[in-house]
T-cell receptor, first 111, second 112 residues
Framework: DQQVKQNSPSLSVQEGRISILNCDYT??????FLWYKKYPAEGPTFLIS?????DKNEDGRFTVFLNKSAKHLSLHIVPSQPGDSAVYFC??????????FGKGTRLHILP | GAGVSQSPSNKVTEKGKDVELRCDPI?????LYWYRQSLGQGLEFLIY????????KSGLPSDRFSAERTGGSVSTLTIQRTQQEDSAVYLC??????????FGPGTRLTVL
């Protein structure tokens, strides 16, 4: 049973436009959420996180939104740049246990 | 300081052989995780070590898989009698408790 779901395996966005990556979770005990970015042949790198006490966290071009009632979070990248092309993993934790990752969404930024 | 390192970076083995993959976490990190990423798949959790607690082995796909963490630092993932479906990139990550995980570059395992 997948507790963290990224239903879009891939997404293509024009350079300069907004990229929106979505993630749904099923475990209401999750209270900390993270996004990781992964380039080919490299390990994932931490991008941005959000605690359940907040509904938005912003870091430069990256903003994560959390909708607890819908058990949904999203990552917005604006403006999208060619270097943003990568696989993005959503992850969630209840702080007492391991972090659970989604299957990832491959983002293609088109020139 | 140094990040998480893994060795070897690539491993090619024959079906039925045993392999050992090594992970050196960031010094001081109490938590260590092993994941694998098969072609076209996401990150599959394998095993989790936290301090001196018993490891969470719930993600290990079969009893051919085992892992140790010696002295609360270096970890070794062992796959016995490898099968072709074991071919994947094996990723190690470490963290301070439940906080942000830092990943190593991974070991690409190919079972012929």
């Amino acid at each position: 049973d997948q507790q963290v779901k990224q239903n879009s395996p891939s997404l293509s966005v024009q350079e300069g436009r907004i990229s929106i990556l979505n993630c749904d979770y099923t475990n209401s005990m999750f209270d900390y959420f993270l996004w990781y970015k992964k380039y080919p042949a490299e390990g994932p790198t931490f991008l941005i996180s959000i605690s359940s006490i907040k509904d938005k966290n912003e870091d430069g071009r990256f903003t994560v939104f959390l909708n607890k009632s819908a058990k949904h979070l999203s990552l917005h990248i604006v403006p999208s740049q060619p270097g943003d092309s990568a696989v993005y993993f959503c992850a969630a934790s209840d702080r007492d246990d391991k972090i659970i990752f989604g299957k990832g969404t491959r983002l293609h930024i088109l020139p | 300081g140094a990040g998480v390192s893994q060795s070897p970076s690539n491993k090619v083995t024959e079906k039925g052989k045993d392999v050992e993959l090594r992970c050196d976490p960031i010094s001081g990190h109490t938590a260590l995780y092993w994941y694998r990423q098969s072609l076209g798949q996401g990150l599959e959790f394998l095993i989790y070590f936290q301090g001196n607690s018993a490891p969470d082995k719930s993600g290990l796909p079969s009893d051919r898989f085992s892992a140790e963490r010696t002295g609360g630092s270096v970890s070794t993932l062992t796959i016995q009698r490898t099968q072709q479906e074991d071919s994947a990139v094996y990723l190690c990550a470490s963290s301070l408790g439940w906080d942000t995980q830092y990943f190593g570059p991974g070991t690409r395992l190919t079972v012929l």
